[in-house]
């Protein structure tokens, strides 16, 4: 199996910043793409930043500038780095993870149990 397991979160006054971590673990023989995803309440789960393993990212209009993303795949680990925070970015913060667990397997995508980020005007 695979384990995603994220860190980090919590509450911040608005301009502030947090710093999300996710580590997966398990039988993984590679990962393609690491990204983070948050939901809000009552809303759908939104795409907030994506890395492959090449390293090139993408982020949401909503985040450029503010948030980076970057990974280190000798850990299989994801980070968050969240700046400029604003009270719209209130959210539970899930870490996904495409995983091929042997060489000629297909990927699955695995998700994290979220981590509630909170930010206060």
């Known amino acids: 199996q695979v384990q995603l397991v994220e860190s980090g979160g919590g509450s911040v006054q608005a301009g502030g910043s947090l710093r999300l971590s996710c580590a997966a673990s398990g039988h993984i023989f590679h990962i393609s793409q690491m990204a983070w995803y948050r939901q809000a309440p009552g809303q759908e789960r939104d795409l907030v930043a994506t890395?492959?393993?090449?390293?090139?990212?993408n982020y949401a209009d909503s985040v450029k500038g503010r948030f980076t993303i970057s990974r280190d795949n000798t850990k299989n680990t994801v980070h968050l780095q969240m700046d400029s925070l604003t009270p719209g970015d209130s959210a539970v913060y899930y870490c996904?993870?495409?995983?091929?667990?042997?060489?000629?397997?297909?990927?699955?995508?695995?998700w994290g149990q979220g981590t509630q980020v909170t930010v206060s005007s």
């Open positions: 996904s993870a495409n995983v091929r667990r042997t060489q000629i397997g297909r990927s699955q995508v695995y």
């Open positions: 890395a492959t393993h090449g390293g090139t990212t």
